[in-house]
């Protein structure tokens, strides 16, 4: 599985940002089978859970610290996962990914066997 992040950006503290991941792979990939995260990673620090959905997109979590800012969704049409990121604070900085696993939702790192390359997001005035 191809996933392609996209959407980053600076903003200012209390704005707002979409993110979006694109996938795509082998003939007769089904997008629909496979449970989707978003992770982040600030300088210096481990890589984080933001958000994850399942293959439906029935199920959602969202980490404490983005809870009621952050929302995950997506458009298995599309083969897109989405994060709508709002009244975004400067510890929300760092480099945001997207995660692909077969099956149902999981909230392991190391369950995600696809990534993409990041996309930056830095909150800043």
């Known amino acids: 599985v191809q996933l392609v992040e996209s959407g980053g950006g600076l903003v200012q503290p209390g704005g707002s940002l979409r993110l979006s991941c694109a996938a795509s792979g082998f003939s007769g990939f089904t997008f629909s089978s496979y449970a989707m995260t978003w992770y982040r990673q600030a300088p210096g620090k481990e890589r984080e859970l933001v958000a994850a959905?399942?293959?439906?997109?029935?199920?959602?979590n969202h980490a404490d610290s983005v809870k009621g800012r952050f929302t995950i969704s997506r458009d298995n049409a599309k083969k897109k996962v989405y994060l709508q990121m709002n009244s975004l604070k400067p510890e929300d900085t760092a480099v945001y990914y997207c995660g692909a696993k077969l099956g149902r939702i999981g909230f392991v790192r190391d369950e995600y066997k696809s990534w993409g390359q990041g996309t930056q997001v830095t909150v800043s005035s």
């Open positions: 959905i399942s293959s439906s997109g029935g199920s959602t």
